[in-house]
């Protein structure tokens, strides 16, 4: 332990001369530094270090997952506390300052309370994750505009003025450069930090930062030593501070101002907003910087639970009358780097902060301003730059705006307004760049995106055709009113455009599987787009979703799920399924089959028979009868079987000469099964080839790349098993029986005695075997391409 220690040293000290450098620079402008409130910077670097103490001790007793981990004061949000207090100054009025001062504290120590019960619901709700999803722009230009605020408070603190002193016009800019002792007191902190930044962008060591103003205070007091001037005249024209010697007796004054009999609940009220504004800004800060310095020290660690001890921290620094803190990334990194991974490296450091607390302000009195102000100018120049500056490359046009805009309207105006501001451009940019995208990601045709059902080739032939009456549309991302906009109109454009007469629609399927959300006016759209298919006498069929997930109540809040000529399916397949089978059934129904309930098996939903009255139109109806004519009416019947099956099978590739077939029956072995027998199950030796002659079977792929398997029906007058069959290799699915089944099998023996004994035969039976097997897999790809 005491060797840990020992190597500990450095990074203590490192952090302890981290902790006076922000504190002197930042705690001295906690306070305006006008009208009441002038003369409470010493007050301010009580309350930094207190707040510092608090946070120091929270993490390293166990509260943080980073051993070294370095608390401190919120710098960034002084610009929000000078708001705090101007606006409860001009609530009381100036006139009463006990009173001022006294709301104005207990002000400050609110903001800490509200922050850490923020970062502690959000830690135990595990919501860490979700506020580092808040887009990182608006962020970027609050830090923008705490930059440039920095920047003016530097040149305040630097010529020793008030904040209302310094403003955009004539007699500023006269006094900033025509005073020649103003000049100096401004110009020279401002060279050293441009001169710092200059250093450290060639060199990088990590004792650069805090040397380079331990130097400067010691040439400062060479000089001072060797022109022999005195204290007093360096105080009086602003070279040291000016602290009222004997007046601050310790830290502990703090509490003096504290009387909560003259509180103003009023004035309090009037800063809500402000620090609605102030939280918010806060809690953006833990959930970004933790991951990312998780990152650079390579360690795990756990978001919720620094959420959790930035609300305790908080709580208790509110608590205890001080101000917000939080894990500071750079001095918990540079810790790290000088040897400060440990608890009792952090330990340490808090001890530290204790005598430093203890000690008191009387040093501030001997601190050269212009240390101060260099210190500040180098974080409000880099604040400025990595907001304008590192960003150029990094985000779009409309980011880089709004980063802008919020810097400038926090300069102009105020912060509050400037992070109002920022969200609402946000907001109004994002719907602008979702309006310009589309959310129609693909639109086919039935032809070009058949089911996986695997129907007779003379089936396949029509509804390759007579599909073309059916338009598929697959949407993505989240419907809202800014996208629905360009959905409806293609829709429009389908139904009510000039290619209407010659292409009518009988079927418009929309693909909600890649939808994340439906907003109240895109469902209202599809009311709207309903309401215009049912003028054409179109069904609307969705699929991609069931009726309790999140889109499918979107749609059921509209009614639009319960009206007439709408379908749901849980997925595309389904629904094409369902769409080809209304087709089939059209067509039989139209030709008075009476053998239909025997002759057309087919799987999925059996209540095709709703969409069959609206084939009753002239075009559709007309296009469906020259299709089926050339192609289901074409089929001949045999009376024998197994020729009259494999006719079914592969009439469309070709004619089957009777005579060429005729032995084919003695080796082909008739096999019936009853529902749910499994005929093969998937990686199992093939057997032979079945051609279905009754009733559906169903296989089950279950292919590495797709987390769901793929189902394939096969209905009479199909092919099955043939690729695994030919090939030899095992079989790529599962296959089980729907409905009551009858088929013919050529096993693995038959085929090979039937290529030995009917050579002309065999060769003829595996080209049909073949053709049929790319068709079969050509559909099945587009299936599976249809599901990414």
Same mark, same amino acid.
């Given at each position: 332990m005491?060797?840990?220690?020992?190597?500990?040293?450095?990074?203590?000290?490192?952090?302890?001369?981290?902790? +006076? !450098?922000? &504190?002197?620079?930042? $705690?001295?402008?906690? /306070?305006?530094g006008t009208g009441v409130f002038a003369g409470l910077g010493p007050l301010g670097v009580s309350m930094f270090f207190l707040s510092t103490v608090i946070a120091q001790l929270t993490y390293t007793l166990g509260g943080s997952g980073f051993v070294g981990a370095n608390g401190s004061m919120m710098i960034e949000i002084v610009p929000f506390f000078h708001i705090l207090a101007t606006t409860i100054s001009a609530y009381i009025g100036e006139d009463k300052p006990k009173e001022v001062i006294a709301t104005t504290l207990v002000a400050f120590a609110l903001s800490a309370v509200l922050t850490g019960l923020s970062f502690l619901m959000l830690g135990l709700l595990k919501l860490g994750v979700i506020v580092g999803f808040f887009p990182r722009h +608006? !962020?970027? &230009?609050?830090?923008? $505009?705490?930059?440039? /605020?920095l920047i003016r408070t530097g040149l305040t603190v630097s010529m020793r003025i008030g904040e209302d002193d310094l403003g955009a016009n004539w007699e500023t800019i006269e006094m900033m450069f025509m005073d020649?002792?103003?000049?100096?007191?401004?110009?020279?902190?401002?060279?050293?930090?441009?001169?710092?930044?200059?250093?450290?962008?060639?060199?990088?060591?990590?004792?650069?930062?805090?040397?380079y103003f331990i130097a400067i205070s010691l040439i400062f007091y060479i000089i001072v030593a060797a022109a022999q001037v005195n204290l007093w005249d360096l105080r009086h024209t602003g070279w040291i501070f000016d602290m009222g010697t004997g007046k601050h007796k310790g830290w502990y004054e703090l509490y003096s101002y504290y009387d909560f009999s003259v509180i103003s609940y009023g004035a309090l009220w009037a800063t809500l907003p402000t620090q609605f504004a102030l939280l918010f800004f806060n809690i953006l800060h833990p959930p970004l910087n933790v991951p990312a310095l998780s990152v650079s020290l390579n360690t795990d660690v756990d978001t919720n639970k620094e959420l959790v001890a930035h609300g305790y921290s908080n709580l208790l620094s509110g608590f205890a009358g001080s101000v917000p803190n939080y894990l500071v990334y750079v001095n918990t990194l540079l810790f790290y780097r000088v040897g400060g991974a440990s608890r009792i490296a952090g330990f340490l450091l808090a001890v530290m902060d204790v005598l430093l607390l203890w000690v008191g302000t009387a040093p501030i009195?001997?601190?050269?301003?212009m240390v101060v102000g260099a210190l500040i100018f180098v974080l409000g120049i880099d604040l400025v730059k990595e907001a304008l500056w590192d960003t150029r490359d990094r985000t779009t046009r409309m980011e880089y705006i709004t980063i802008a805009s919020i810097m400038i309207c926090m300069t102009v105006w105020d912060f509050v307004s400037g992070v109002l501001f920022g969200i609402i451009i946000s907001c109004f940019f994002f719907v602008v760049q979702n309006s310009q995208r589309t959310s129609i990601r693909a639109l086919h045709s039935g032809e070009t995106a058949m089911s996986t059902v695997r129907r007779p080739s003379s089936q396949r032939a029509f509804l390759r055709e007579v599909s073309k009456q059916t338009t598929i549309i697959r949407l993505q991302g989240f419907l809202f009113f800014g996208t629905i906009s360009g959905v409806e109109d293609t829709i429009r454009g389908i139904v009510q455009g000039p290619s209407w007469q010659d292409s009518p629609l009988q079927f418009l399927v929309l693909d909600l599987s890649l939808v994340a959300g439906v907003d109240m006016s895109a469902a209202e759209a599809f009311v709207r787009?309903?309401?215009?298919?049912?003028?054409?006498?179109?069904?609307?069929?969705?699929?991609?979703?069931?009726?309790?997930?999140?889109?499918?109540?979107?749609?059921?809040?509209?009614?639009?799920?319960?009206?007439?000529?709408?379908?749901?399916?849980?997925?595309?397949?389904?629904?094409?399924?369902?769409?080809?089978?209304?087709?089939?059934?059209?067509?039989?129904?139209?030709?008075?089959?009476?053998?239909t309930s025997t002759a057309l098996e087919l799987p999925g939903r059996q209540d095709g028979n709703d969409a069959i009255g609206s084939f009753t139109s002239s075009p559709r109806r007309?296009?469906?009868?020259?299709?089926?004519?050339r192609t289901i009416a074409n089929d001949p019947e045999h009376p024998c079987e197994p020729y009259n099956t494999l006719v079914k099978a592969f009439s469309s590739y070709g004619e089957l000469d009777p005579d060429l077939f005729r032995p084919i029956g003695q080796y082909l072995e008739k096999i019936s099964f009853a529902v749910g027998s499994v005929l093969w199950e998937q990686d199992e030796s093939p057997d032979g080839v079945y051609i279905v002659q009754s009733g559906v079977l169903r296989a089950t792929y279950q292919f590495a790349d797709y987390t769901q398997c793929v189902e394939e029906s096969m209905v009479p007058g199909t092919v099955a098993g043939e690729l695994s069959a030919l090939s030899g290799l095992p079989r790529n699915a599962t296959v089980i029986v729907e409905r009551d089944a009858t088929v013919w099998r050529l096993s693995m023996e038959d085929l090979e005695r039937l290529e030995t004994e009917q050579p002309k035969l065999a060769k003829s039976l595996l080209h049909l075997l073949l053709k049929a097997a790319k068709t079969d897999h050509d559909i099945l790809l587009s299936a599976l391409t249809c599901r990414q």
């Open positions: 005491v060797d840990i220690a020992g190597k500990s040293i450095p990074a203590v000290l490192l952090g302890c001369l981290l902790n +006076i !450098l922000d &504190g002197v620079s930042y $705690g001295m402008i906690i /306070f305006p +608006i !962020l970027v &230009g609050c830090i923008g $505009g705490v930059g440039v /605020f020649s002792h103003k000049l100096i007191l401004w110009s020279l902190p401002m060279g050293l930090a441009i001169l710092l930044r200059l250093v450290t962008h060639k060199w990088h060591h990590q004792l650069i930062f805090p040397l009195a001997y601190i050269p301003v787009i309903h309401r215009i298919l049912t003028a054409k006498s179109i069904t609307l069929v969705f699929c991609g979703l069931d009726a309790e997930s999140p889109v499918g109540q979107a749609l059921e809040s509209v009614r639009v799920l319960d009206s007439d000529g709408v379908e749901l399916f849980a997925t595309f397949n389904d629904a094409m399924e369902w769409t080809e089978n209304a087709y089939l059934r059209a067509w039989f129904t139209s030709q008075k089959c009476e053998a007309s296009y469906m009868h020259d299709v089926g004519n």
